[in-house]
DNA sequence: CGATGTCATGACATCGATGTCATCATGGGT
DNA sequence: ACCCATGATGACATCGATGTCATGACATCG
């Protein structure tokens, strides 16, 4: 290995004026500078970040916690592309900044964090973010001796810790009064399992949209389709029976809003098998903006975006540029408006 | 930050036999192993890597150069799932083995490989695993001073670097000899371009099937139906040309294989919308099982699983238990048969 | 019973960078 | 002509571990 030493040799200069120049700390002749960054050059010189760190006490590493890698299979559901896009919001900002990520995935398993964080620690991480698979509340281990900054990403955990989390809310809501407003009066919204966060706001906000809109809430067309642990098996026969019950109701509903794109991709394929035609006879929109689904579905299929790219954006900044205590930031996404959806007439 | 020292002044002891307690180098008496580990919890220390790496040279990272992050949107045909299947598999290994992965993104760029490269170098990684985002052949930049090892997953580099590749002519193969077991003569493919190494690999196995079987090979029947650089449109109307010049010939082929899922996804729209039903009228299959999507469509689609996790894990295995030379593994994948795919009597 | 080997432990140098402080020109201000 | 701020550079200690070698206490062996 070449070392600084052996470049400040090869420069006829000291060690520390090769830091100068390395670091552009004190100030440095052009001549001096020239001369070592040839002999850098020449010999091949790359410096060691663990010296570094060791006595600057900075690595240069952020650490991450997630389950982006090992989620992929384990729950279809999520299918780990969340997270993915939260990392590379969180890369795109690490990247600027000349920061590297530390990964360490939980592999599933909750009960990782506590050794993974530890991980963490030994490497000296500068700052750590924790990526939630989904909008929740995460339970953090307690704080150790050994505290970089922490920041958690799509989840929170408690007041003392600052956390960027997706407004569900609105993406709803703008889902909703847009589809009013193309003039469907009987929507119907096949939704995801209660205990999720997510579930309980937009439900909010498909009440409220219809409140706002003077229609009333019929109890019928509300409908949880899909379940947390089964098997895919018992997941599409819930859904299964979720369409049947809508399909009996009368008038038909000239819309659903799904829990999410993988329900909707599935629905397509229901509608379908009992002959109804998308948009024709009735509008589907989905959620999550999964583009491998929602621009590859025929028709294309309108749903909402969730910004995890941005979530992991602000929860780098939140992370590498150091504010004034505690914040949590909420942030919208966009809804994608696609042929899925038709206007009444 | 608590030291070793600490630990050691804590226990009454000398750094070294702290230093012998943590590794468990040489031996250290009973008594004093407690008394040092007790000081441990007590003080709540953590080592540092970064001084452990300076003086032994082993940093206990691994990076890894991928675009598996960047590419999740950037190139909706490969969406970036294959390489986290890797990262998965490379995650199983260094688990084991107490290694962390130290995970650099081309963000899609392929000259951004030497400067990750020097980044993983500065921290001293105990080896490099270098992930192509589909079969191919990658460049990689001259070995500098800095080389821990170095090996490729899921493409290859040059005659001195160990490299991991899928089996895609065996994937291919046992799929069209299984439609051909089921009853099905005419048998379409629908190809990704000619530029993939796996187009190349999985065409001569659909015409060595044939062969094998006496059947014929009707170039009718071998259309490419996607093309590389292309906006969503362009190449959805691609595959629309493709799949009407296969209903345009006759008889009709009884089966369709796709490039991959996504394409078989997009297939059971177009067939659907021309009033074909899958799989009683035609069969589909696709490539990559992608669960997302074979698993959701309805019917299931029949597919080949390309063995991500399973490179990823042959590539860490050889980078982390050295071999004697350069190795090169192919991995094969087995056939998923699900609905899509019906037997012909 | 002395030689020898193993166990248990410590002293000290060292890995490769950077922080602190010192040194020595140089040149502008008064 | 003198003072001092500034620029350019170097000497030296230091960050927190581990490698090497030394030491003393026992146990074993011929």
Redesign the interface.
Known sequence: ??TLYDVAKSAGVSPKTVSRVLNGDGPVGKATRDSVEAAMQA??Y??????R??RS?K?G?IGVVSG???Y??DN?LL???PE??I??GI?DVL?EKRL??????T?GRADAAPGLL??L????VDGTIYVAPFHQQVALPPP???SAPLVVANGFADDATSAVVPDDYTGQRVLVDGLIARGHRRIAYLQLPHALLATQHRTRAYEDAHRAAGLPLDPGLMIVADRVDDD?EARTATLQHAIAALLATSPLPTAICCGND?MA??V???L??RGLRIPDDISVAGYDD????S????PALTTVALPYREIGRQAARLLTEPQSGTRRITVPGPVHWRDSVTTIT
């Open positions: 290995m070449v010999l091949g790359v410096p060691s970040s663990a010296a760190a060791l006490a690595s590493l982006a890698i090992s992929t299979d279809p299918a780990g592309l993915i896009y990392l590379r890369q990247d590297t990520v530390l990964l360490t995935d592999g530890n991980t620690a030994r490497h000296r150790t001796a050994v895919a993988r991709l599935a397509y394929g229901m379908r098998a999964y583009r491998l689904i621009e590859t579905l025929y």
